[in-house]
């Protein structure tokens, strides 16, 4: 799965979720002619970090129908096979759960982040506090 990168790791990152199927943009897979190409739209643009957290999510959580899946900006690009239609819901329902992690796992990075640097930021502050030499009387 490919990923690109956009945002600075030291914005909060929004909350991802699935929005929509856009089914006007279903399209054959030349390498197989049984497969179809559709996207799914995301909420908002994805952050690196989160990019990251997914595909290795998505890579590395078993699952018995995992189909190709490339992210791209907002857009999750899937190649399907038609034959598998009444295992979508519970497709999708997995793909949401990959989603729920990746947000997770990216909440708790920034977390963190933003934590060590308050703490360097007041670690400066104390040095600079201890170099002070208070006025006598």
Known sequence: MEQIEHANPDDISPEIYLKSIDTDHLENIEENREAIHFRVRLSALPSAFWQTEFVQA???TPYTLKPPV???GDLLHITYLPRYSDELP???KFLGLIARR???ETHRTEEL???NAQE???AKFR???K???LPRG
């Open 120 to 122: 360097r930021s007041k």
């Open 127 to 129: 040095d600079a506090l």
């Open 70 to 72: 490339r992210l791209d």
């Open 58 to 60: 998505y890579e590395q």
């Open 90 to 92: 519970a497709f999708f």
């Open 131 to 133: 170099r002070i030499e």
């Open 113 to 115: 982040h933003t934590s």
């Open 102 to 104: 990746s947000n997770e």
